[in-house]
T-cell receptor, first 112, second 116 residues
Framework: SQQGEEDPQALSIQEGENATMNCSYKTSINNLQWYRQNSGRGLVHLIL?????REKHSGRLRVTLDTSKKSSSLLITASRAADTASYFCATVPTGTASKLTFGTGTRLQVTL | DTGVSQDPRHKITKRGQNVTFRCDPI?????LYWYRQTLGQGPEFLTYFQNEAQLEKSRLLSDRFSAERPKGSFSTLEIQRTEQGDSAMYLC??????????????FGAGSRLTVL
């Protein structure tokens, strides 16, 4: 079963614009992660934010976490064509050892 | 280390046949995971191992599915009597439990199964 749901399901922007995608989840968590998946390939870890953190940055990525609303957002600034991919949030629910549960994903298309 | 390797990358089989996928994790990683992903969906957890012990199995893993990790290194996922609904990408991932980010997964490229 999917723990999270990403919104929007699909997003199309032009190169240089910012892209924001949101993730909502259902249970309390230890941490939340974002992964990227290029077409037909495996997933690549982007960033992890712990339940006691509210914001985290990594290069052009900015992640926020609101545990009271059970939601997170991923912001990609100054997008590039190479950012075209599907983005998934994944959570480790409190009380589970290490199983990651993934959301449904946002498909991002960055055009020139 | 070349990362997580999966073999074969593509498998086409007829309904009713058995198939086996192999995963070679990153050598320092003691945890190994199997996920299944269908088109347009996120990965769904199937099972995971810590060393050779299978610690959790999803209810998605029916009796036709079996996974092993006999020596705590590579793992195999076997599907018996395949059905068309088994068509999916099977993803393997690994991680190391001894670090703070123990559940940051490194994924392989996946094994795509098509059941005719």
């Amino acid at each position: 079963s999917q723990q999270g749901e990403e919104d929007p399901q699909a997003l199309s922007i032009q190169e240089g614009e910012n892209a924001t995608m949101n993730c909502s989840y259902k249970t309390s968590i230890n941490n939340l992660q974002w992964y990227r998946q290029n077409s037909g390939r495996g997933l690549v870890h982007l960033i992890l934010i712990r339940s006691n953190e509210r914001e985290k940055h990594s290069g052009r990525l900015r992640v926020t976490l609101d545990t009271s609303k059970k939601s997170s957002s991923l912001l990609i600034t100054a997008s590039r064509a190479a950012d075209t991919a599907s983005y998934f949030c994944a959570t480790v629910p409190t009380g589970t050892a290490s199983k990651l549960t993934f959301g449904t994903g946002t498909r991002l298309q960055v055009t020139l | 280390d070349t990362g997580v390797s999966q073999d074969p990358r593509h498998k086409i089989t007829k309904r009713g046949q058995n198939v086996t996928f192999r995963c070679d994790p990153i050598s320092e990683h003691n945890r190994l995971y199997w996920y299944r992903q269908t088109l347009g969906q996120g990965p769904e957890f199937l099972t995971y191992f810590q060393n050779e012990a299978q610690l959790e199995k999803s209810r998605l893993l029916s009796d036709r599915f079996s996974a092993e990790r006999p020596k705590g290194s590579f793992s195999t996922l076997e599907i018996q009597r395949t059905e068309q609904g088994d068509s999916a990408m099977y993803l393997c991932a690994s991680s190391f439990s001894g670090t703070v980010g123990a559940n940051v997964l490194t994924f392989g490229a996946g094994s795509r199964l098509t059941v005719l």
